[in-house]
């Protein structure tokens, strides 16, 4: 059986990482390919869109966490969304008529999530979504759409949680696509957590600084702060955008240093905003290129508070227990909040709400919580759905 999966943006690297790795064990049981039965052989194809195609944001994490090189990249690079959806389509169409894959496998809710979805449907191909039934209800966000689409497309639902199951049931997905399959980012994190502990912090800051003046040897372990920004409601609007930087520069990295790897497109926003000077300025804050898989993580286990607007960190914060501040209004990702026994408190972008909740956060302990599921077996699980599959 051939199956086809994809991969655009950095988030997705993560995920499919540990389905590959269930694939090849798969193979290594079941050696013989001209069985009888043919969804025991199992024949895999990776495709990347090339929406992110920075080294830092996407070789760096191919290396790092073993993904093979792929088999085919798109190319398609930036651009606007409707441009990287339609490139993807028009280039996606034309490798599934030569490859003529069985599945279509997406994971997460980015650009190439969507266009492959689609594409793989208008093919009549079958398609399994893995990380379904996330919803924010925001339809403002990208990914929200994107999500909507590709569930109501797909075969296959893979859940990660039991509220996304409430989800699709509400949304009137049929029962028999959708299975709990848990969380898929967490093998990652599960299969990684060993070597990234045994990185020293020193180690992070000189790989990756943007500025030799700004490593410092003394941040020591739950005496720092990491913020990521990325999302347009964050970093798109000029005055959103600068009040949060002259909170980060002014209050957050008077009290604890602070660690900041600097997503292109923030940084993008920083210089055409006129923010660039104020943070390259700064003796407490330090500013780090895009950082790989292990000194995120590694990062994310030593810090005192996350302040994050990226869905994979929430979760990550969940199961490390790194009390996480999560700028946005709203989540798909309810379970890692506070009241659902994450570590997470949604503050939105008020300056007032985020200094209130940073406070707390910074007399409470870290407190790992381990969702159902969450325990580092989800791709065989999302394997097994697609081999037992009937329909
Ligand atoms: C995308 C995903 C988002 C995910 C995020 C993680 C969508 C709709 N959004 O957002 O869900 O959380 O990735 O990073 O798919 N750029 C580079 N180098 C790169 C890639 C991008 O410089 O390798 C620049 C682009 O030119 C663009 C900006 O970064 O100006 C944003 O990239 P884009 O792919 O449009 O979306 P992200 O904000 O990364």
Redo the contacts with the bound molecule.
Sequence with gaps: MKILSVV????NFIKIAPFIRAIAEHNAKHPNPSSPSPSLNLEHILVHTG????D???KAFFDALDIPKADINLGV???S?AE?VGKTMIEFEKVLKAEKPVWVVVV??????LACSVTAKKENIKCCHIEAGLRSGDLSM??EI?RLVTDRLSDLLLTPDNLSIENLRKEGVPEEKIRFVGNIMIDTLEANRQKAAAIPMFHVLKRNALLDHQIRPDILDEHYAVMTL???SNVDDKIIFSSLVHFLTREVSHELPLIWPI???AR?NLEQFGLWQEVLEQKNMVLLHPVDYHDMLRLNMGAKVMLTD???LQEECTVLGTPCLTLRWNTERPITLKEHGGASVLVGNNIDRIRQEYKITLSQKRLPVRPELWDGHTAGRCLQAIINYTH
Excluded: F, L
């Design positions: 655009g943006a950095r988030p929406q992110h195609y920075d830092k944001m996407s690079g930036s651009g969304h990287q997460g809710d980015v650009n190439a999530t990208p990914e994107n990325h999302r347009p997503h292109p497109r993008r990226s869905g994979g």
